[in-house]
């Protein structure tokens, strides 16, 4: 009788693997990956900034749309429908349901158009990061005394402890602290009235700390701040090692 019983083979472990594999790649091949787009945005006093987005896809669609300018709270606009026959996407601002864009979709990664509310008309431009962006942003500039300004400001902000703020989220609302990033932020602004992520003064600071602390920190301004182990006296050693290179830059040049 015991021998007409037939076993249930338990699943091998190969079978296991592979049930394991599929999940895996089904979760990564359905995820939605979020990406960093730029571009422009108009304000509500018709000036236009530098606009940097944080972009969900799903397919030709765009299915979130953050406006996360430097220094400021992002902006998650309201996507109200994708059409990608007629390659178009309609958003709404959050707190303003009845400024809406339509933003078409002129080449791939790159939409553009208009908030209307009846009242304003505001041109937005979202798209993959180029060459015109990181002119917008101050890659051409080359050192000069305003990039010296930058950095002996942000030296005054970040006189003592108590003005240094050591949790980073790169939104600069405190008058009363900053961060490494916020003191450069507000010190570009309070000396050319924009900031832009890829001036001189900038990216002068982000070399000396990754010459001192090569490949330590991935992002390397707000990684370095809010690093345990970074003392006020370091932090101020990076902006004279900065200040002296680019110094020695505007020399060379």
Known sequence: MNSSIKKIKSPSYL???????????????????????????????????????N??????????????PYGKSPIKFIVIKNDTIQRFVEISWPNKPHRVAT?????????????????????????????????LQGNWFKPNEI???IIDNTIKLLDSNDDWNKNDNRICNSN??????????KSSMTIDGEYRHLRPAVKFVREAIQEKYPKKYDHVLVDFNNAKEITLTELHG????????????????
């Open 147 to 149: 990039e010296v300004k």
């Open 15 to 53: 079978h296991l693997f592979l049930f394991i594999f599929l999940i895996a790649f089904s979760t990564t091949l359905f995820a939605q990956k979020e990406e960093l787009w730029f571009g422009t945005y108009t304000d509500d006093n018709g000036k236009i900034l530098q606009g940097r987005y």
């Open 176 to 185: 009363d602290s900053y961060s490494l990033f916020c003191a450069l932020y």
């Open 238 to 253: 990076v902006l004279e090692s900065a200040k002296k290179n680019l110094i020695a830059a505007m020399k060379k040049n």
């Open 55 to 68: 972009i969900i896809k799903k397919g030709r669609a765009l299915t979130s749309i953050v406006l996360a």
């Open 103 to 135: 933003l078409i979709q002129y080449t791939d990664g790159y939409y553009a158009g208009n908030f209307e509310d009846g009242t304003k008309i505001l041109p937005i431009v979202i798209k993959e990061f180029n060459f015109q962006d990181a002119q």
